[in-house]
């Protein structure tokens, strides 16, 4: 028979971060790899959805998202230094990651090279490679993952289309400060690519730390596709609420690529968010910065007991630690070897890196999880430790 998968399919494979949870599951253990964030969804968040279907928002919605919901973003971006006109600018879509599919969609030809930061996010490498771009790599250092701009320049070539910049970013949990994306700002211009961005963890800062649109930052607005959701925020990841915001130049295609993909995200779960956005005090982000460096200060500690030097997350809800203690020839087999010792999943370091031994001697570990559970990984890490 000649029939045949797509060329494609390579890079639709399970993901590490999935198949930890697999074999977390497998041996009944706490699931630190994926960042399903089941911490509480706000009150008011809840009952805005579920008053929306009981009202009738249960059918389409326009490609771009109900007109509620775009003018409560646009608020809130201009809240954080980012203007966005909620008719031209604004496509909600299905989760951050959706809104990104659409944007390469709209803007990327296959052969295009786009610039990634690593240790990247694999759903960036891998939106990339399925709609045939060329993912190209500088790395950035710990512990407070620096870059060059001469690193950015040697892999810049007259294919380069685009860089990403995730800020906070998974899995290093760097956020970019003004002075770093300035000086992308003049490479992206220098070199005439677009900026896409993955901002979700915007509302995850420690320490006084502030998040910086990279569309803020002067010449930069016109080229930058803004990337974000409430997924993390509200603790809704199932729900798939995410947006992009860009010039109307691109902001269009991006929504009709939106229409042919997705149609439209789920209808009450958008008017849920939308009165979220209004609804909740500037308070409820306050706490939640507070909540999680809180947790984060907690596995950090727990981690460091192990014997498992972790990389404190500037922001973000996930910690790298280095697991070079573990026996082990490979991250993969270090990090099963850590299940299998203390029934705690975490992320192979591999996952995050082209060259999957770069990541050998580190593991990722997501602490969005309710205090019980955190509590419960911490002691069995320590454990770990003193064995």
Known sequence: MSLHLSRKSDCVLQSEIRN???????????????????????????????????EGYNSYTRYDGLAELRLALARKLERGGLKADPEREITVSAGATGAFYCACLALLDPGDEVILFEPYYGYHLQTLLAVGAVPTCVEMSPPDWGFSIEALEKVCTAKTRGIM??????????????????????FAE?????????????????????????????????RTITVSGLSKTFSITGWRI????????????IGYFNDLVYVCAPAPMQMGVARGLDILP??????????????????????????LPPYVPQGAYYVLAEIRRIPGKDSKERAMRLLGGCGVACVPGEAFFA??????NLARFC?????????????????????
């Not at 995730?166 to 300035?182: D, M, R």
Request: charged share 25%.
């Open 242 to 253: 995410g947006y992009a915001v860009s010039s109307p130049r691109w902001a269009q295609t």
């Open 190 to 222: 220098r070199h005439d690519l677009f900026v896409f961005t993955d901002e979700i963890y915007e509302c995850f800062l420690y320490d006084g730390r502030k998040h910086i649109p990279p569309a803020s930052i002067p010449g930069l607005r016109e």
């Open 367 to 387: 602490f969005a999880k309710q205090d019980a559970q955190l509590d419960e990984a911490c002691a069995r890490l320590e454990r770990f430790g003193r064995n």
């Open 282 to 307: 500037q308070e409820y982000y306050r706490n939640l910065c507070a909540e999680y460096q809180r947790k984060r200060d907690k596995i950090c500690t727990a981690l460091a007991k192990a014997g």
């Open 165 to 186: 910049i995730n800020t906070p970013a998974n899995p290093s949990g760097k956020v970019f400060t003004a002075a770093e994306l300035k000086a992308l700002a003049a």
């Open 355 to 360: 060259n999957a031994q770069d990541g050998d």
């Open 20 to 54: 930890m949870s697999i074999e977390c599951d497998k041996v009944g253990g706490i699931n630190l790899s994926q960042g399903v964030c089941d911490t509480e969804v706000p009150l008011a968040v809840r009952r805005a959805a579920q008053s929306a279907i009981d």
